[in-house]
């Protein structure tokens, strides 16, 4: 459907900074959009590429110091999606796959047992199937940023 971009962020943002501030986590969102441009998309689907984003930051970074950030911005006709954390970040030789299903990265930091390695790859179909892109880009050591792209209708 016609959803307000803006509007749509500003709601589903407030829940996750409802959600993370309960596990004290630090979450922060910013709203860098002039106006509320039109983009079609399916809410619940685009909700949870997100969640499955915001999930890994939470997942993979260390829960005492962790912080998340959203930024919504729009750039080249496109509305773009930004979320950044301060986790252990990916290395360079990996980034290529992290989309790809079942790709995981085995280090010993990687804590949790229940993991396939689809999060990602999920969210990229979400995305692609809005005829959006999704991008990432890391420092190890210092934390990864993840762009979701979703063409604005008007
Ligand atoms: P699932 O999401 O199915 O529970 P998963 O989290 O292992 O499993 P993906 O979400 O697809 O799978 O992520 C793929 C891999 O990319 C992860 O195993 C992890 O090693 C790495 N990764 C993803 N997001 C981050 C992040 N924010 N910081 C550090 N590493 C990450
Ligand atoms: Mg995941």
Do not use: W
Not at 23 to 31: G, L, V
Not at 67 to 95: H, T, W, Y
Not at 120 to 143: D, F, N, P, R, T
């Amino acid at each position: 459907q016609d959803i307000q971009i803006r509007s749509y962020m500003d709601d589903l943002m407030e829940e996750f900074q409802y959600e993370l501030e309960e596990r004290r986590i630090e979450f922060k969102y910013m709203d860098r959009m002039e106006s509320n441009y039109v983009v079609q998309l399916d809410g619940k689907r685009i909700q949870q590429a997100i969640r499955n984003i915001i999930g890994n930051a939470v997942k993979y970074g260390n829960e005492e110091c962790l912080s998340v950030c959203v930024e919504l911005s729009m750039e080249d006709g496109f509305a773009r999606i930004q979320i950044k954390d301060n986790g252990p970040g990916i290395p360079e030789d990996r980034l290529p796959y992290i989309f790809d299903r079942f790709y995981r990265i085995d280090l010993e930091r990687t804590k949790d047992l229940m993991s396939t390695g689809l999060g990602l790859a999920i969210a990229k179909e979400l995305v692609e199937s809005h005829k959006g892109k999704i991008m990432v880009s890391s420092i190890e050591g210092q934390g990864s940023c993840f762009t979701i792209m979703l063409p604005v209708v008007r």
